[in-house]
């Protein structure tokens, strides 16, 4: 019977969203103000990428130590560790002044907030039921993008008034207060109504994981729509300034529609297969007929190229993150239904870890596309693809998902 959502898990649902949401707002300051920075300091584009790169590879090597800290000392006292790590590297932007001390605070950030991904998705897993888990998802998925469009409608007149140092202090002053709350309002075992404690887990075999077709199918498609995403969070601004003529005044609005649209999909990815899900569709079917619906949405997304009007191309790019999210959310989804709870945080970090490879490698070839002069064409036709690309990877891997069985064995794993 499904379990009736109280009003303690809103509140950590709340807060969760919060914490995605702050954790996008900081790693996204330094899009936003790359012409200001870049004037100020005299970057190149592989300058920036570098910076870029530097979030995502230590972000990359983090995953695979995150997932299982989450899953070893617990959710609520990771996540807290987690959030104010992240906040104090955030702030630490303010008080460097070269690129090398850039590189290493956004090196700092990315590890710390390695940690949002794998906390998101076992909050799901820990404090909901499965038949809720996805629509939980969705509402977290959402998060990012709210965080997306917090930032440009907010970074960029902040900075202007303020100074951009005040832009990174801010935001990360505002995570610091969010640990507060956390610890104040979660409780200490696993289920509001459990009396399980939040405590350190039985070992999660890591290394065996790799072993699992289940694994590596969230690998596959980490890696296929990861590398879209981070492409987009890192050069959308600059895409703006660089095809439409943008200034650094009138990014914001264009962007926060871009992520508004980007919001709607990870909502309709937790909505539709819970909406299949409910009108008897087998869980196999109502995951991958999602998956597949996203994946022919994204595409036209090179279309973008073709229009000189801002606008119509933030509605297209608006609907390319729609699907991402969509897309995204049913993989978080996924992930929660084929592992045991226990083994979610180290199989989400694995597969975040491989994603932020394949991000970090699209950062390097965007920089290298536009220093050569090749622009941005490649890269978004590479974006089109790689949707379908993760889908048929999945089903070659795991041809039927299956829901993991509560309390699976630490030898359930699903080998070649």
């Known amino acids: 019977m499904s379990e009736r959502i109280g009003t303690r898990q809103w509140a950590i649902v709340v807060l969760a969203f919060v914490a995605i949401m702050l954790n996008y707002v900081d790693r996204q300051i330094i899009a936003l103000l790359k012409p200001m920075l870049q004037g100020e300091f005299g970057w190149t584009d592989r300058d920036y990428s570098h910076m870029a790169s530097a979030f995502q590879f230590s972000a990359a090597v983090a995953f695979l130590g995150t997932g299982w800290f989450i899953d070893r000392i617990g959710l609520r006292r990771g996540f807290a560790i987690g959030v104010a790590t992240w906040s104090i590297a955030g702030m630490a932007h303010a008080f460097v002044a070269s690129v090398g001390g850039f590189v290493a605070a956004r090196a700092a950030l990315g590890v710390a907030e390695s940690i949002g991904t794998p906390a998101q998705v076992k909050t799901a897993a820990t404090y909901f039921p499965p038949e809720k888990r996805t629509l939980m998802l969705g509402i977290g998925n959402m998060a990012a993008n709210f965080g997306a469009v917090v930032a440009p409608l907010s970074i960029p007149p902040l900075a202007l008034w303020l100074g951009w140092r005040a832009a990174f202090l801010i935001a990360g002053g505002a995570g610091l207060v969010w640990v507060v709350a956390w610890l104040a309002v979660t409780p200490r075992t696993s289920r509001t109504d459990a009396a399980v404690p939040d405590a350190p887990a039985e070992r999660v075999p890591w290394l065996s994981l790799l072993e699992d077709r289940r694994q590596w199918a969230v690998i596959a498609a980490k890696v296929f729509s990861d590398q879209c995403w981070w492409f987009l969070l890192f050069f959308m601004p600059d895409l703006f300034h660089r095809v439409f003529g943008l200034s650094q005044g009138q990014l914001g609005v264009p962007i926060a529609l871009v992520y508004t649209l980007a919001a709607l999909g990870s909502l309709s990815g ?29 595409l036209p997304v090179p279309l973008v190229l073709q229009t000189s009007d801002p606008w119509v191309a933030a509605l297209m790019l608006g609907m390319a993150l729609f699907a991402h999210q969509g897309f995204s959310t049913n993989v978080f989804g996924m992930t929660a239904d084929i592992f045991p709870a226990r083994m979610i945080g180290t199989a989400i970090g694995i597969g975040a870890f491989a994603g932020n490879l394949s991000g970090m490698a699209m950062i390097e070839a965007a920089g290298f596309s536009l220093d050569r002069g090749y622009g941005y064409l490649p890269l978004l036709v590479v974006c089109g693809c790689s949707y379908l690309v993760a889908l048929a990877l999945i089903q070659l891997l795991v041809p039927r998902l299956t829901l993991a069985e509560p309390g699976v064995a630490r030898e359930g794993i699903v080998r070649h």
């Open 270 to 298: 937790g909505i539709l297969p819970t909406w299949l899900l409910s009108r008897g569709v087998p869980m196999d079917r109502a995951r991958k007929g999602s998956m597949l619906l996203y994946a022919l949405l994204i």
